[in-house]
């Protein structure tokens, strides 16, 4: 049986169930994701306006609890929406949670906006979809130097991010394909590919960029990055059913935000040979699964169906 992992993206939509329900009912998904051997419970930051039981925006609130009430799973935001907030408020943040529970906090960075222009008005009247980029690797760069250089930020600087000398978060760089794999070996980061944010393109990747990356970041850093592929899928007992349910909300995504998200319909045994074959054609390990089932209850048993599917009865540590 292949070594693969699998974790979860939760978004905090539920069909049946108010905004502070959806809070308790994420608690219980990440609960029984823990449990079952998952090997990670991402949270995303989204700022929607079409959703009104919609939970939260940033989720960095959310996930000492989240930490707390489950064991082993890794938990993380994926990601902080960067150019919207201070470097330095980010990285406090995440390094007292990566030391308040060790080797479970994951940062992944987002260079993803707003719809609502009034939103990124507030930050910084400068700040624009057109302008972001700038926004994002500025910050990405701040960070990246208050983690990696401590004793210089505290001579120089007079910055200090405790607990000084501290365990650090694993940053992700977020991303929709390996090209700014370079990038991610500047700042020291690990590394997630979105399938769910790539609309219309081609699923497929390219090896030898790949090897590439995981060649020239070993030669810079002396170790190998962690790779994770997302994506989106929702699950039904037939393929047809499921196809007829992605056409439905995918139509009804496009039309009320910007942010619409690519769905693969699929059954639990099209999703197993789905990871199985990036695994096998590509060398992939670890994957981030975000379930659009619109319950809790149905995304709980999809959670179970995919733990038998992966042989995952003891947590895979």
Known sequence: MENIKIGLL???????????????????YAVEADQAGFSRFWLAEHHYAHVKNHPYTNPDVLLPILAGMTEQIKVGSAGVSLSLYSPYTVTSNYKLLSNL????????????LPDSKKIAEYVHPDLSHKTNRAFFNKNLEIISDLLENEDDNLENNQILIPPFKGAKPDLWYLSTSFNSYKEAI?????????????FGQSREFDKNQIESFKREFYEAHGYQPQIVISLAFYMADTIEEAEAYVNEITSYARSVSAEAFDIVPVTADILEEKIRAYHRD??????VLYDLADTNKEKLKNLETIAEKFQMLTPAY
Do not use: W
């Open 186 to 198: 500047k700042y020291k980061t690990n590394y997630c590919v979105s399938l769910f944010h790539n």
């Open 282 to 287: 590509f060398g992939f390990d670890e994957f």
């Open 101 to 112: 529970y060790p080797n479970r906090i994951d940062l992944g960075l987002s260079k993803g």
């Open 10 to 28: 939760d978004l905090g939509q539920r069909e049946d169930a108010t905004s502070l329900e959806i809070i308790e009912q994420m608690i219980e």
